[in-house]
């Protein structure tokens, strides 16, 4: 891989880990806004440690290890953190599944924002689907069923892969909803204590990040790239929770972007898995043109 894709796909990952990952840095700064000083730090610093090495560290394993588990736990686990050729191609071979569950994992995840999740309008376009919310379980539905009968066609195992995207996405947005619900318990006044806010927020957080890790196989099926860049993404969301929180706020469009983005990369995704060639630098130029956009669009609002 030359030096140049390299370098865009971890800034693209970098970027994207971050931008999707705003949602928990509001929220882990409303909550430790309601702990003492020294559990902030723990939780600032060493708990750094803990969303960096073993969440975005762990999470790409148990997904190769997954995807493919003929290879073993141990080989998975090279793979996370080497380059073996032999390891790397058995897990480009096996890599529909993964495609399509994630691409299928991702779309999932745009048209809930889009039909059904509180937004600041960015688009035209956007606010009649809000208002049609109840379409999302159809088009959702048929959308899995289209992928599915075509899956079918190419490989039965890429079929369970889409359904178990699908799942995967359900199962984690009731542990989001759940997360929220406890937010505004955990900010208006609990008898909680801070070491158990420490660990809450610590599951919020590997929540939260399912959506960055499956993301980042759009950009790439190195692993070793996709450590590097989640987990940069990953310290940028700790600082800009201590200090620069309420900037991030003021940019009301970042969502979007990153809404869309992750609507691009299920595409690119899906149609990887179907055998479509899709040059490496596809995901983090569309990743930073798209959120690029945002940006600019949220500072014309300042």
């Known amino acids: 891989m030359e ?63 997954v ?5 073993g736990a141990v080989d998975a686990l090279i793979a996370t953190f ?8 058995k897990i ?6 993964l495609l399509v569950g994630g691409g299928v994992f ?45 899956s079918l066609k190419k490989d039965p195992f890429m079929a369970l892969g889409a359904v178990v995207g699908s799942t995967a996405f359900f199962i984690t947005h009731g542990f989001k909803q759940n997360a929220e619900m406890h937010e505004k318990e955990l900010i208006g006044g609990t008898s909680m204590s801070d070491w158990s806010k420490i660990m809450y927020l610590e599951v919020i957080d590997a929540t939260f990040s399912i959506d960055g890790v499956i993301g980042a ?25 201590i200090s620069n929180i309420d900037r991030i706020k003021r940019y009301v469009y970042l969502k979007n972007g990153a809404m869309y983005s992750i609507f691009f990369l299920g595409i690119i995704m899906i149609l990887d898995s179907f055998g479509v060639h899709i040059p490496q630098w596809v995901s983090p130029v ?7 956009y945002f940006f600019y669009k949220s500072r014309q609002c300042l």
Do not use: C
């Open 3 to 65: 030096i140049f894709s390299i370098i865009l796909i971890v800034v693209g990952l970098i970027l994207f880990e971050t931008i999707s990952s705003i949602d928990n840095a509001v929220i882990n700064a409303e909550v430790l806004s309601t702990m003492s000083l020294r559990a902030r730090r723990w939780f600032l610093f060493y708990g750094l440690f803990f969303a960096v090495f073993v969440i975005r560290g762990m999470l790409p394993w148990l997904i190769v290890w």
């Open 67 to 71: 995807n493919t588990p003929d290879i």
């Open 82 to 89: 080497s380059e073996n050729e032999a390891v790397k191609n």
């Open 92 to 97: 480009e071979e096996s890599s529909p599944f």
């Open 106 to 150: 991702l779309i999932f995840l745009f048209f809930h924002w889009l039909f059904i999740e509180a937004k600041n309008y960015g688009l035209r376009g956007e606010r009649f689907f809000h208002r049609h919310g109840v379409w999302f379980y159809a088009i959702v539905s048929i959308l899995l069923t289209v992928i599915v009968w075509f």
């Open 217 to 241: 196989f759009a950009f790439t099926l190195s692993v070793p790239l996709i450590l590097i860049g989640n987990g940069i993404g990953a310290f940028v969301v700790r600082e800009l929770t």
């Open 286 to 292: 569309i990743t930073i043109s798209v959120i690029g």
